[in-house]
């Protein structure tokens, strides 16, 4: 039998430090439920003095998640500590992860600490957790920049006073494959008691090696990989889970090893965090990119008709990517919708089943056949939806090479109908600019994209945005056949989501 490797699944803390990927307490309680299908064996759900949100975010998940352990991150500190634990406590399987840098360069000039200092800090500070729970993980970050030796003595104190798991991470994305596999290989031979706990490794991409470097680690004895979906993450991002997890298990013949992902949710995973975090995924991505499985070259697609194997080493099926299927029409009803939406990865509530479901028919009201695609854009706009001040009732452009572009637009604010006009540039900045006056909104637009989850000019267009207003910057989506209204409705969205964190703020 393979040996296990152990899936810490970051997306929610480390993953959320991306620049611009804030993610509320429903969107992070559901990529924890999407992380539950995954199968992951850990989900760090976030760090709980970092904020009150962060908090009841971990609190949230620990108390209602079950079937998968629950990690909180915490600093060595015994405030930090108490802190992550009473997020915690509640947990059917509960983590408390602690760190501390281990680098000369960290101990000298971020923490002013020399190695006595930060080894009694470690092992306090375990020892501590360890009153809480056997669960503790130590990180020594920085530790692909530390010396070795130091590196060694300290894991082996940590592990003596109760570390269950002990990670090397590559904070910074330093490390080479070929060295990270020797530091691995290194741990394991020189820490007298490494055989207690797991060792852990967490890479991060600034040298694009992130995924090479996990591989490497697992070759030489690591047996748990930190990672996030679509290697989301601070700076250039963390290890991609898909691509570890899809390496390990298409080059078994390699690697005597493997991980429990399910990895049919690989793919509905992946689109919930691009949807929920506003990062899009590069089209020519490893595993999810909208590319990674397209056939361009002749020769290729003819190899590929004639015998799949002949270019593709991975079944996209393997993924669960179903693109293309056409599946429902104006006649199916709610079961088969039901169905439908099962099979492609995804379970809603019977509460988000019913607003699907309705968005549904009044897509089939107005095109025969519905796809997939159709039908994951639809949930997707669901599952971000938050509630709503601003409401488009109706909005009416014109717009061509002849006229001046003119955008008239009808809202309900707080309940209250409100009509505004504007003209613009072109229609969206028509558009952009009635809604601004009606909502007397000073957000400036960052970054605006529309793409489409089918082919076809009735496609359903999808915008994404980023707005920021008052130094908060939040993402809008908004979906719709026409792609004005669609980019209303992803402004309004974007605007709902500043009233929506404003107000829960202020409770705090
Ligand atoms: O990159 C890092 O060192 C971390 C630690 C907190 C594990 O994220
Ligand atoms: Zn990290």
Known sequence: ??????????????????????????????????LVLLNVDIIEAGFPIASVGDFECVKNIADNIKGVQVAGLARCSIKDIDRAWEALKNGENSRIHTFLATSDIHMQHKLRMSR????????????????????????????????????????????????????????????????????????????PNIDKAILSVHCHNDLGLAVANSLAAINSGARQVECTINGLGERAGNTAMEEVVMAVRTRSDQMNIHTDIVTEHIYPSSRLVSTIAGMPVQPNKAIVGANAFAHEAGIHQ????????????????????????????????????????????????????????????????????IFDEDIEAIIMDEIIRIPEVYELVSLGVMSGSMKMPTAAVRLKIDGVQKEGAAIGVGPIDATYRAIAELTGTSSKLLFFSVSSFTGGTDALGDVLLRIEDNGRVVIGHGLDPDIITAAGKAYLNGLNRHVYLQKEADKK
Do not use: W
């Not at 990517?321 to 019977?350: P, W």
């Open 1 to 34: 039998m393979s040996e296990k490797i152990y899936i810490f699944d970051t997306t929610l803390r480390d993953g959320e430090q991306s620049p611009g990927a804030s993610m509320n307490m429903q969107e992070k309680f559901r990529l924890a439920q999407q």
């Open 116 to 191: 006595e200092q930060v080894l009694e800090l470690a092992v306090a500070s375990v020892k501590h957790a360890a009153k809480y729970t056997s669960n503790v993980e130590f990180s020594a970050e920085d530790a692909t920049r530390s010396d070795i030796e130091f590196v060694c003595q300290v894991f082996e104190a940590v592990i003596e006073a109760g570390a269950a798991t002990v990670n090397f991470p590559d904070t910074t994305g330093y490390a080479l494959p070929s060295e990270h596999g020797e530091q691995i290989r290194y741990l394991i031979d020189n820490i």
């Open 302 to 369: 003819d190899g590929v008709l004639k015998e799949r194997t002949t270019y593709e080493i991975m079944n996209p099926s393997d993924i669960g990517l179903t693109k293309g299927n056409l599946v429902l029409g104006k006649h199916s009803g709610r079961h088969a919708l039901k169905d439908r939406i099962e099979v492609i990865g995804y379970s809603l509530s019977d509460e988000e089943l019913a607003r699907v479901f309705s968005r549904f028919k009044d897509l089939a009201d107005l095109r025969k056949e």
